[in-house]
């Protein structure tokens, strides 16, 4: 007999909301945020827990929807001239974060004894942050528009724009250790900052005149799809350019 708690059906997703639902609004009230609160309902209703859901694999997608949802959100709240004014901090402060908190986990590395080239990948890896997650406890603690909030937001957008370079980094590597199983080109590259101009120029020049002509129409329903239409399609985009799906969603 299959295992009732592969996979993802009905009845594993109303628990899955159900216990996301009980654990957030608790953990809040506990002062420890509402993250802490999604976390500990995974832990409890996974495989390592009450095992309703045993298949990690079977929720990745749905996860992945709602960091995509979540940053389209977050995006809603920042305009293109506040993201402008935040550029000093996106690639001045961002950009020494990466770097040195890279060299650190690096020399960490070599002083543990792995390979230069391993230390490097393994530090440049440790960098990067979840944007969702640091965002949504900002957003918990009321931080998001504050001067330290501002810069944080700086940092996760340079880590997130920073995939790229450092994916062309792994790559270089492979190549000089001679275990490169696609060489890095900067036609790859080149591809990435497309699409992050794509979406951009997309959003100043066609959703308003699109949005207009919905509007007219007066049907919600459209306007629904349309808005989520937007949120995926720039996902994918973002995604076939070889950055973040989650990205994708709050530049659109």
Not at 10 to 35: D, Y
Not at 194 to 213: E, K, S, T
Request: aromatic share 6%; glycine share 12%.
């Amino acid at each position: 007999m299959a295992d009732a708690s592969a996979g993802l059906g009905l009845p594993q997703a109303v628990i899955l909301l159900g216990a996301a639902v009980v654990a957030a609004p608790i953990f809040m009230r506990l002062g420890l945020g509402s993250v802490l609160g999604y976390l500990a309902a995974g832990v409890v209703i996974g495989p390592f827990g009450f095992r309703v859901i045993t298949d990690s694999h079977a929720i990745l997608g749905v996860a992945e929807l709602g960091v995509v949802m979540f940053l389209f959100l977050i995006g809603l709240e920042m305009r293109p001239a506040k993201l402008w004014s935040l550029r000093r901090d996106i690639f001045g402060l961002g950009l020494a974060h990466v770097i040195v908190c890279a060299a650190l986990l690096t020399g960490v590395g070599i002083l543990y004894g792995l390979a230069p080239s391993v230390a490097l990948i393994a530090g440049m890896g440790f960098v990067l942050s979840s944007t969702a997650v640091i965002i949504k406890m900002m957003e918990d603690a009321g931080e998001t528009a504050t001067a330290e909030g501002q810069r944080n937001t700086s940092i996760l957008l340079l880590e997130d724009l920073a995939i790229v370079p450092l994916l062309a980094i792994v790559a270089v590597l492979g190549a000089t250790d001679g275990h490169a199983s696609t060489p890095f080109t900067w036609q790859s590259a080149a591809i990435a900052l497309g699409c992050i101009a794509g979406v951009f120029a997309v959003g100043r020049y066609l959703l308003n005149p699109m949005f207009a002509i919905l509007a007219n129409l007066g049907a919600r329903e459209v306007m629904t799809a349309a808005a989520l239409l937007v949120v995926l399609g720039a996902a994918l985009f973002m995604e076939i350019g070889g950055l973040s799906m989650a990205m994708g969603a709050f530049l659109a």
